[in-house]
């Protein structure tokens, strides 16, 4: 009997799921569910929490809940996703300490116009302090991104 090895290719399966995507890195000071109001209201999105992508990272003997976010436009295949980067004193994405959250678009409706423009909008978001589109070819830990 035969016993076949199966190895994941976490290079390429990074690279699938990043494939179409922009991640915006946001600064706000306030808890994700009232971001997530006040973005519902000034940009006309609905997002809400989804507890079946909420990612949990163990370090030692403590497990770490990051919360996601999820929006799903009606009118294209795009999925919006909105991660909560803190944890108590852990961050999901630990080279980003000053983003509290990050804010993914996945599909390919999106053109570099489109998310310029909902960088403008998120600016005008009450308790936005900062809002950068993010290279994800800088981001190390993006790993812990895929749900």
Known sequence: MTILKLKLDNDQLVEDFFESTYVIGIASTTRDYQLCWHINRQLHTNFRVNNNLEITLSKKTRSFHFPVFEFHEP???????????????????????????????KGDYYQPGDVKKLLEELRLVPLVQLVSLLDIREIKNKMNLIF
């Open 75 to 105: 009118t294209n295949s795009v999925a919006h996703y909105l991660y909560n980067n803190r944890c108590q004193a852990e961050f999901l994405l630990p080279e980003l300490k000053q983003i509290n959250f990050l804010w993914m678009i």
